[in-house]
């Protein structure tokens, strides 16, 4: 290349870096949103289930699978860094992810005062029970999937950031089994634990607040992240957020509440616990985004509840989907840390 080519080369270049610092700068600050939010904006809709849950003939294909197969099958932790235990819980997932362990090889572990009773099951390594109460955790899924690599990220992050472990409770999906069923046996799991934080996204919250009807567990306080509260939807204010949401569809997760609640109505506050005339709940954080279609729901319930917790700490995220704070984003990264910040509030104080 000649010099004079180089010279232009060079000229460009810089031209190029400076639109490039500029765009990086100046379309966040325009659009509100971090460049990571943007792009997981963008790739959420093709690798999640809301073509599925817009279009009626991908939808109908979906419910004919799981009602001739029975429930979307589990998948254990891919990550090596991951490291947890299976338990089974009267026949349902119990997985503790266990918090800080690093692997020399897979198989060894890293610190040898972890070394006793360790238990391996398939390619996971697991520690010595943490003395400490671990966080209990109800994932999310619209009650027909299993947690997802995110959940397992997120929980990591929780797990090692507090030091103790996190225990997981994959309860019966659908079509396996119904509201009561489901409800029933998640509170049995509850009723089995330590007393904690109770944490849980999406239907997971939703099943939370189902469960605080009927159980005589007492939680510390609950983390709601996107919380289905409502699986009629019959807000009107929903349609003015579904084509902002990345994620939900009403018309498919509508198909899924008529599953999910078997012989009751989609208003019980069973299947519905924003129906529920709430007299005293723990302390509470809860977490949404304003894109998300849950938003009129999660407002609505916060307002029906300030007065029957005694703390509530409320979070709406500008611009932000569907239980953004698991998603791979600078303000998702924010909701970890606050997170993990009341959390230790709680458990120390």
């Known amino acids: 290349m000649s010099k004079r080519w180089q010279q232009i080369v060079k000229k460009k270049s810089k031209y190029l870096v400076t639109a490039l610092a500029a765009a990086l700068v100046g379309i966040p600050l325009v659009t509100k949103r971090s460049w990571s939010s943007r792009i997981t904006r963008f790739f959420i809709p093709k690798y999640t289930t809301k073509p599925i849950l817009e279009d009626p003939r991908l939808f109908a294909v979906l419910k004919r699978f799981l009602l001739a197969k029975g429930s979307i099958p589990f998948r254990t932790p891919r990550s090596r860094y991951i490291h947890y235990s299976l338990d089974i819980f009267k026949g349902n997932l119990e997985l503790t ?96 634990q330590e007393r904690s934080i109770v944490l849980g996204d999406s239907s997971g919250g939703g099943l939370i607040m189902s469960v605080m009807q009927v159980t005589q567990y007492e939680p510390l306080a609950l983390v709601l992240i996107s919380p289905w509260l409502d699986v009629s939807m019959t807000n ?84 932000m989907e569907h239980v953004y704070p698991i998603l791979p984003t600078i303000e998702g990264e924010a909701a970890v840390r606050d997170i993990i910040r009341y959390t230790k509030e709680i458990f120390y104080t």
């Open 97 to 192: 992810i266990y918090p800080g362990l690093k692997l020399k090889r897979q198989g060894e572990l890293s610190r040898a005062d972890t070394a006793e009773n360790e238990k391996t099951i398939g390619e996971s390594v697991t520690a010595t029970r943490n003395p400490a109460a671990p966080l209990l955790y109800i994932h999310g899924g619209g009650y027909v999937e299993q947690p997802t690599e995110y959940h397992y990220r997120f929980l990591w992050r929780l797990a090692t950031a507090l030091k103790r472990p996190v225990k997981l409770f994959v309860y019966p999906e659908v079509p396996d089994e119904v509201a009561v069923d489901v409800i029933s046996k998640t509170s049995e799991w509850l009723e089995a």
């Open 236 to 319: 009107p204010d929903i349609v003015l957020n579904e084509s902002h949401d990345a994620t939900l569809s009403r018309a498919g997760l509508l198909e899924i509440a008529k599953l999910y609640a078997g012989d009751l109505d989609l208003s019980d506050p069973l299947v519905s616990p924003i129906n529920y005339p709430f007299k005293k709940l723990p302390k509470m954080a809860i977490y949404i985004g304003t894109n998300d279609m849950f938003l009129a729901d999660v407002r609505k319930f916060a307002h029906l509840i300030k007065t029957v917790t005694p703390a509530l700490h409320y979070v709406e995220a500008p611009y």
